[in-house]
């Protein structure tokens, strides 16, 4: 998962805040990204009716901001190497050192853990071929040629692999093509990714096997890469009032819920709902000054954000049985209803990812500050390439 500073849309900061990388996200951001994982959460962990449609809208949304986080600092990095500043190889190693420092870490940690455990014990979809596949980011494509497998509890590790893919293929393609042509870049991706859904759904492919598609997802990432191409786009005070914000992320949530029991239906249109998504995301780098960012700026939503990668990938292996099991190794027993059951599930996996973001993660975002801090800031690379009539500050 991508983070987006406070830096990042509205001013260019000097390099020397790469060592505090953590520290000035801009506002409503993590807010959104809590909702997100939210929704994933509640569509593994809940029998709800079509539960499933929720968690594909927040990782939808995951991709789309994403999307928009990687388009900007590419962007901008780009316009370095036209200007003559950095070369293009220097910038492709920076962002893949940065990149690899925020995702890999944990990633690879929680796999490893699995697979000391599995000389002990076995888990279902992790076998030895299959944890091979996870390691080398390849969940989804493995998902797409077993749809109806049974994954076990890894099967959400499909995003990730999808959004390692797009940074292999895009990074390149940006840093290698002039800064002008990210619109038609992305826009291609974009017109890829419906082509691919049109085509899997005229072929009658199994919906799981549609949902983790590569191309499809690419797409939404595309859409992010979009929004964060109309940085000189003066919208009008309407589109990014707080009214428009707060219909744009209500029908985020709505949609889902209104449209996600009709399954087929749901299949084939439910993806184009990334569009939504990068609208809320414009409205919200857009315009700061409203309630809606205030609601999102609030400590819950913020902290939970903030932390979100972890809880992502952690949410899945937290369970209230295996709770149970361990005061049953004390000799004691507990039970609860199935609101107290997602209650203890949602504590302990916010505890775990908060003492990971804390004492993991936000120290090896630190040390790829000071890596890469000779050639500038992500935070301010996003800035230039979506702050309206913002150049890159001098470093």
Not at 53 to 62: I, K, M, N, T
Not at 199 to 219: C, E, K, M, Q, Y
Not at 332 to 339: E, T
Request: net charge positive; with cysteine.
């Amino acid at each position: 998962m991508a983070t987006i500073y406070q830096g990042a849309i509205f001013a260019v900061q000097p390099s020397r805040t790469m060592v505090r990388p953590a520290e000035d996200r801009i506002a409503g951001f993590d807010g959104v990204r809590a909702i997100a994982v939210l929704m994933v959460f509640i569509s593994h962990k809940t029998t709800l009716p079509h539960h499933d449609s929720y968690g594909s809208v927040g990782v939808w949304l995951f991709l789309v901001l994403s999307g928009m986080l990687i388009s900007s600092i590419l962007s901008e990095m780009r316009g370095k190497v036209e200007a003559g500043t950095q070369s293009k190889w220097r910038s492709m190693g920076d962002f893949y050192l940065r990149r690899s420092l925020r995702i890999f870490p944990l990633y690879y940690a929680c796999l490893g853990v699995f697979a000391l455990a599995s000389l002990f014990t076995s888990f279902v979809g992790f076998s030895r071929m299959e944890a091979t596949i996870y390691a080398l980011y390849g969940t989804n494509i493995y998902i797409a040629m077993t749809p109806t497998g049974d994954h076990g509890h890894f099967g959400h590790l499909w995003s990730l692999s999808a959004e390692e893919q797009f940074y292999l293929l895009f990074a390149p393609i940006l840093l290698f093509t002039p800064r002008k042509y990210l619109l038609r870049i992305c826009v291609g991706f974009m017109l890829a990714g419906a082509a691919m859904l049109a085509w899997l759904v005229s072929v009658r492919t199994h919906p799981n096997a549609i949902h983790v598609d590569p191309l499809i997802a690419f797409g939404m990432l595309g859409v992010g890469g979009f929004v964060a191409s109309l940085k000189n786009l003066k919208p009008r005070a309407w589109l990014v009032s707080a009214q428009a914000q707060a219909a744009a992320g209500l029908t985020l949530i709505a949609i889902p819920l209104v449209f996600g029991y009709y399954r087929d239906t749901w299949n084939v249109w439910g993806p184009l709902t990334c569009t939504v998504a990068g609208l809320f995301l414009f409205q919200i780098a857009r315009n700061q000054q409203t309630p809606v960012v205030a609601f999102l700026n609030l400590w819950p939503l913020r902290s939970l954000g903030r932390v979100s990668y972890a809880f992502y990938i952690l949410h899945q292996f937290v369970h209230f049985y295996e709770v149970q099991a361990v005061f049953h190794k004390l000799h004691m027993n507990i039970d609860g209803s199935p609101i107290v059951q997602l209650a203890v599930e949602l504590f302990i996996t916010v505890a775990l990812a908060t003492l990971s973001w804390h004492f993991f993660e936000r120290p090896l975002l630190r040390l790829g500050a000071r890596l890469t801090a000779r050639e500038g800031a992500e935070a301010s690379s996003a800035a230039a390439a979506l702050s309206p009539g913002r150049q890159a500050a001098t470093r």
